[in-house]
């Protein structure tokens, strides 16, 4: 280990102002501080800092979606032997599945990361970590048969129009995993909706299509069981489709304090109560669905417990917070249920309160500005 | 005691090296006045070196209020006058000559005092700077009327030092004290009181004071906390705060007619060896009491907490406003991999260390930053520590650029920057909050000036 670090302490000259690699700096930087945290110390303020970083924060975020994509891997195999007919053993079908991500994770990394470190060479930064996340949730909210090409302007759009030009990581409006999803879904829809794309090669004869398809066309009698929806043997995008390796990830969020629990159950809740809604109206057949299916089925879940909650596009006030999921899920419920062109709605419902955030927030502040002149006036008068 | 007002925001950092309950002698040689600890204050000199003083004589005087002077807290020589970049005046130190010599102000008629006759005897034996109002933490203005002043008989700080025990067997001192300020302000004097762990008789039989009670995480001990819940401070309003220690210096005034500035200091900290309290003078170098008394290594001497203390030299002076001096190591280290270890050892308040398993843990921190500075991205922190009707990031931003109007709106007037001093410590961003918080507020006296 010293050997480590007396290399890098002789390096480090390099990279600094009037070094030879001067314009490698924030390279360097984020090789650096990955491998050791730095040695600053406090110099004004407080004299001690908690010992968590956005390092720490992005690698529990990470651990949190480990199961839902180990299951997806899982899955895609577990779906394409399904499809042909086989059934080969666990391993088997994980690999398979393990294959057909890698190459999306890597070029999701790649193009991802090396925009990002361009940017913070240009403005002098260190490398944010926000895209150690965004990186791993682009490749689970995209069908397995998306083409590489597809995945990787889809991730240079989201990290230069979504983030970099408001000023990067902490400033950006919209959700930048969400974004990527979006160019592709408007930009390319043939490659990411119908019956087709679900599965890794599936063979011809064999419906691909996912819960969502199958409710959008008003095959209710094809649905999956609620159990198979839960538990995530359905065709869907590449990590969103067990409830249960979800919730687990919640669970790791919820407990490391990271995750936002009021967004979280205000999503479910919203979901939920518009679904109740529905029923109570029941002018067709989608509305007559049990409105806990909503939650199981497609990206719900992953959207409210991975994408809803990203704290710099979420609502900011603990209020607004509430408002904020609770819209997310009636939006999402709504959409699925009325619109003839999107058999989803959590994407285009987290995009959607994402914009109206700051503006939910900005009412609770007034709200609190108020109270504070109705005071001052109580006491003037 | 009526209502308890309990704070539920806000969090107790656990730290090694609480003081033992002994006071032994500190026998410090020199003391030291200085000028950075006054909130906007431009010294102007009135010794030179090598004057001759007493206890109670001026040394400077603030430029722009010139009846506020400051006065030395020991007789003897003035032995330095220590300047810094473009002559700004650091300290002034003064070498006791171990008389205790003091200037003879006259005691105080209680009963026949008024408003003005106290202020002035305050104004120059030196003992005004010890009222500060808020907003701002500025030493207070004689012509303002405070709607109330506000004495705090706990600090729930890491590390803090017992007040109970620092006042024990005072009790004829204190009221003396709390009777002057009770004459200063035609609203209420406050004390308040922790409803736990203040036991001590001089405060809880303290007379012609409301005693409110407080429950809950630090900083539920702070000035602007108690002010929210017992007297808000409204634009305009302008509220005093002494220390308890203050409160005894100007109860000796009343009694014995001098400027004795007698103090007890704690010395805290993981590289304390025998961590104790200290009798003393105001501003007494602390020399005494570290030699052979820390760990050998690299540490950090803290003038107050660990949370809103400043760094001072192994041979600095104790701080006009404060009673205690913290020594923690210094964190200036490289750590391997240091944010992926499952961190059994590691403070946080969030939970992603596996400390969070041993809530009762007391720690051994140093001053590493632990990472480096960031956009804010996580929401929602602050709040949790942060025991106000007001929205800390918020207000953060509208500071940073420089939004007079939203600074206003958004409560400035009712917080100061030791109120932040847990966001800070909190803040995954590792942005220096305190700093900004304290930058706006001086904006704000600017503006409003």
């Excluded at chain 2, 035609?186 to 405060?203: A, R």
């Amino acid at each position: 280990m010293k050997a480590l670090r007396n290399f890098l302490d002789k390096q480090k000259p390099h990279f600094e102002k009037g070094g030879k690699f001067e314009k490698l700096n924030s390279m360097f930087d984020s090789v650096e501080t990955l491998m050791y945290v730095p040695d600053t110390v406090t110099k004004k303020g407080a004299h001690i800092r908690d010992a968590i970083d956005m390092k720490r924060t992005m690698i529990v975020v990470f651990i949190a979606l480990l199961p839902a994509l180990f299951f997806g891997m899982w899955n895609i195999g577990y779906q394409h032997f399904l499809s042909i007919g086989e059934s080969p053993d666990f391993w088997t079908m994980f690999f398979y599945g393990f294959l057909k991500m890698l190459p999306i994770i890597i070029i999701s990394y790649g193009v991802g990361l090396g925009i990002e470190i361009l940017f913070a060479q240009i403005r002098n930064h260190e490398v944010a970590e926000g895209f150690f996340v965004t990186g791993l949730l682009i490749p689970m909210i995209v069908p397995p048969e998306t083409p590489l090409w597809q995945v990787a302007l889809a991730v240079a759009f989201a990290v230069i129009f979504g983030k970099e030009v408001f000023g990067g990581s902490g400033m950006n409006i919209l959700n930048p995993a969400l974004l990527a999803r979006a160019f592709l879904f408007f930009a390319y829809p043939s490659d990411i909706s119908g019956d087709k794309v679900w599965i890794a090669d599936k063979a011809d004869a064999f419906s691909g299509a996912t819960p969502m398809g199958d409710a959008l066309v008003g095959n209710f009698d094809n649905l999956p069981s609620v159990f198979d929806m839960f538990m995530g043997f359905i065709p869907g995008s590449n990590g969103e489709t067990s409830t249960l390796m979800i919730l687990i990830g919640a669970i790791i969020l919820l407990a490391t304090g990271i995750g936002n629990w009021r967004v979280m159950l205000t999503v479910f809740a919203g979901g939920y109560v518009m679904g109740l809604l529905f029923n109570l109206w029941g002018l067709n057949e989608y509305m007559d669905l049990p409105a806990h299916y909503h939650l199981v089925m497609g990206g719900f879940a992953f959207g409210a417990v991975f994408m809803a909650t990203d704290p710099v596009t979420a609502a900011q006030t603990k209020k607004g917070m509430y408002i904020y999921g609770f819209l997310i899920g009636m939006i999402a419920v709504l959409i699925r249920v009325f619109n003839p062109a999107y058999p989803e709605g959590v994407m285009l419902a987290i995009l959607l309160m994402n914009v109206f955030a700051p503006l939910i927030d900005h009412y609770v502040i007034e709200a609190n500005i108020k109270r504070r002149l109705k005071r001052l006036k109580a006491v003037t008068s | 005691m009526s209502t308890v007002h309990k704070i539920k925001k806000g969090l107790d950092i656990k730290l090694l090296g609480e003081a033992e309950k002994t006071i032994v002698d500190l026998n410090a040689k020199r003391f030291s006045i200085k000028p950075p600890d006054f909130i906007g204050c431009f010294p102007k000199m009135l010794v030179i070196e090598g004057d001759t003083v007493k206890a109670g004589s001026p040394l400077f005087f603030d430029k722009y209020r010139d009846n506020i002077q400051f006065t030395s807290p020991v007789s003897g020589k003035v032995v330095g006058i220590i300047r810094g970049a473009k002559r700004k005046l650091l300290r002034v130190i003064i070498e006791s000559d171990e008389k205790q010599e003091a200037v003879d102000f006259g005691k105080i008629d209680l009963k026949a005092a008024t408003k003005e006759s106290l202020t002035d005897l305050l104004l120059k034996s030196g003992i005004w700077p010890m009222i500060r109002q808020r907003p701002y933490s500025t030493v207070a203005d004689p012509k303002d009327d405070p709607k109330a002043i506000f004495v705090s008989a706990f600090d729930t700080a890491p590390l803090a030092p017992d007040f109970d025990l620092i006042v024990h067997g005072q009790g004829k001192v204190f009221q003396a004290g709390i009777d002057v300020l009770v004459k200063l302000t035609s609203g209420k004097v406050h004390l308040n009181i922790d409803n736990k762990n203040t036991t001590s008789k001089v405060f809880l039989n303290s007379k012609n004071v409301q005693v409110n009670s407080f429950s809950g995480p630090h900083p539920a001990g702070n000035v602007s906390v108690h002010a929210s819940r017992v007297d808000p401070i409204n634009k305009g309003e302008i509220i005093w705060y002494v220390g308890p220690q203050e409160v005894l210096t100007i109860g000796r005034l009343a009694l014995e007619g001098k400027y004795n500035t007698e103090r007890i200091v704690a010395l805290a900290g993981s590289e304390v060896l025998k961590p104790r309290y200290y009798k003393t003078f105001l501003g007494a170098r602390i020399t005494n009491m570290i030699s052979g008394n820390v760990n050998e290594n690299n540490n950090r001497f803290i003038s107050g907490n660990v949370l809103t203390g400043v760094k001072i030299e192994k041979d600095g002076f104790v701080r006009f406003y404060d009673s205690l001096i913290t020594v923690i190591p210094e964190g200036n280290k490289h750590e391997f991999f240091g944010w992926i270890m499952p961190g059994f050892n590691k403070f946080s308040f969030s939970g992603v260390f596996l400390s969070r398993l041993m809530p009762n843990k007391k720690y051994r921190l140093d001053t590493n930053v632990h990472g480096g500075h960031r956009a804010y991205v996580i929401t929602g922190q602050m709040e949790e520590v942060f025991p106000f009707d007001i929205y800390p990031l918020q207000l953060i931003k509208a500071i940073l650029v420089e939004d007079i109007d939203l600074m206003e709106n958004l409560g400035i007037y009712e917080i100061d920057d030791e109120d932040f001093a847990l966001c800070e410590v909190i803040d995954t961003s590792k942005t220096e909050i305190q700093d900004t918080v304290r930058k706006g507020l001086d904006l704000m006296r600017q503006e409003m000036s």
